[in-house]
């Protein structure tokens, strides 16, 4: 426990004395986020914190964690590598989906071959228990594809998906530190401190966004943490056995999973590349219902908590039923949210059409015909 301690103190100064100068670095030569009409900030931000982070995960667990006896470790690092600098890459250049894609399917591949991480049981869920290679390899690149994306995609306000991995990382650190899996409870609390020392200078208003080199990061490390806590937990053999950990697995990534699922979802029904922008994740409903980012970030961690304790609490239960009963329930209250969000935005267009039709009535310089101020608002 002590070399974990010293792995996450140096974590946390890493990227604690990192991103001062990241941030300083991007103003000298205006590598910004630039804001549109889809994004919520409004002034240019720096979208390069997740270099802080990166770093601060590569010095402190090189430096302080014994990966001898985990060799798959050089594994995880190879494609921590490359997701990174495929984020930092889209951050000041922006690439395209299937590039971004491609890169996610090379380092999940690296992990599932060479590091050994994959889904070979599905541990008495939905009936099934192994699963052969022809089938536990496609949903295993499934799986971590969609973790991945899970957290880039949920990184639409400050603070939400540094607080999602921070909850992720820190629970499974403290998992792995009593279950023995020195290695895995060092990378888990470096991300942990990390994010800890990202999320100072990214809380509302934020200084410096994390960026895709951060989120697809973290997406990786918590889709390898959460991989290995189910086949771990789920062995009676191993030191710290837990009942239903699948569905414990899952249920620690339930806000950012559930959401990807549903926009995926939607995009897809309606013609659209599951990864074309817009605004339809849970961040910006709760935004459209006048909650602020630190209100939201607080809402989506505490909700995805009580998820996970409610889950703990249950375990031993029959499996199938808990998993459909958390998605039925977290997609009901979504659907909840939004209907009433619908309504709301159809009075206020119907509004702001009176407001137009009183004003040409009065002047000559609003012309309706273009509708522009119309399609602002249902945009």
């Given amino acids: 426990m002590p070399q974990l301690l010293v792995t996450a103190i140096i974590s946390f100064i890493v990227a604690f004395l990192a991103i001062p100068v990241i941030i300083h670095i991007a103003d000298k030569k205006k590598l910004y986020d630039i804001p549109d009409e889809r994004k919520l900030h409004k002034h240019t931000i720096a979208s390069l914190g997740g270099i802080g982070v990166f770093i601060a995960i590569v010095f402190s667990c090189l430096v302080s964690a014994d990966f001898q006896s985990f060799p798959e470790f050089q594994y995880f690092f190879a494609s921590m590598f490359i997701i990174f600098f495929i984020g930092l890459r889209d951050d000041i250049i922006a690439l395209s989906a299937f590039k971004k894609f491609v890169a996610q399917i090379i380092a999940a591949g690296i992990i599932i071959h060479f590091g050994g991480i994959r889904i070979e049981s599905?541990?008495?869920?939905?009936?099934?228990d192994e699963l052969v290679p022809m089938y536990s390899i496609p949903l295993t690149y499934i799986t971590m594809i969609l973790v991945i994306n899970a957290f880039n995609l949920i990184d639409g306000i400050d603070g939400l998906a540094g607080g999602l991995g921070l909850m992720v990382s820190l629970l499974l650190g403290t998992y792995f530190?009593?279950?023995?899996?020195?290695?895995?409870?060092?990378?888990?609390?470096?991300?942990?401190?990390?994010?800890?020392?990202?999320?100072?200078?990214?809380?509302?208003?934020?200084?410096i966004f994390m960026g895709d080199c951060g989120s697809l990061l973290v997406g990786l490390i918590c889709s390898?943490?959460?991989?290995?806590?189910?086949?771990?937990?789920?062995?009676?053999?191993?030191?710290?056995?837990?009942?239903?950990a699948?569905?414990?697995?899952?249920?620690?990534?339930?806000i950012p999973l559930v959401d990807t699922i549903r926009v995926f979802s939607i995009r897809i029904l309606k013609?659209?590349?599951?990864?074309?922008?817009?605004?339809?994740?849970?961040?910006?409903?709760?935004?459209?219902?006048?909650?602020?980012?630190?209100?939201?970030?607080?809402?989506?961690?505490?909700?995805?908590?009580?998820?996970?304790?409610?889950?703990?609490?249950?375990?031993?239960?029959?499996?199938?039923?808990?998993?459909?009963t958390m998605f039925a329930f977290s997609f009901v209250i979504i659907g909840l949210l939004y209907s009433t969000?619908?309504?709301?935005?159809?009075?206020?267009?119907?509004?702001?059409?009176?407001?137009?039709?009183?004003?040409?009535?009065?002047?000559?310089v609003i012309d309706l015909s273009t509708k522009q101020p119309l399609e602002k608002v249902q945009g």
């Fill in 122 to 128: 599905l541990y008495g869920l939905f009936g099934v």
């Fill in 177 to 207: 530190g009593f279950a023995g899996l020195a290695a895995y409870a060092a990378l888990s609390f470096s991300l942990s401190a990390a994010l800890l020392a990202f999320l100072i200078f990214n809380f509302h208003p934020a200084k």
């Fill in 224 to 244: 390898v943490l959460v991989l290995k806590f189910i086949n771990t937990a789920s062995s009676p053999a191993a030191v710290l056995p837990i009942p239903s």
């Fill in 246 to 254: 699948t569905v414990i697995g899952i249920s620690l990534i339930l």
């Fill in 271 to 324: 013609g659209r590349s599951p990864f074309s922008p817009d605004r339809n994740h849970i961040h910006h409903i709760l935004l459209d219902k006048g909650l602020s980012h630190s209100a939201i970030t607080l809402i989506c961690v505490s909700v995805n908590i009580t998820v996970i304790a409610a889950v703990y609490f249950a375990k031993g239960s029959n499996d199938t039923l808990m998993l459909i």
């Fill in 341 to 364: 969000l619908s309504r709301r935005k159809l009075v206020m267009q119907r509004q702001i059409i009176s407001d137009l039709q009183a004003k040409r009535a009065t002047s000559k």
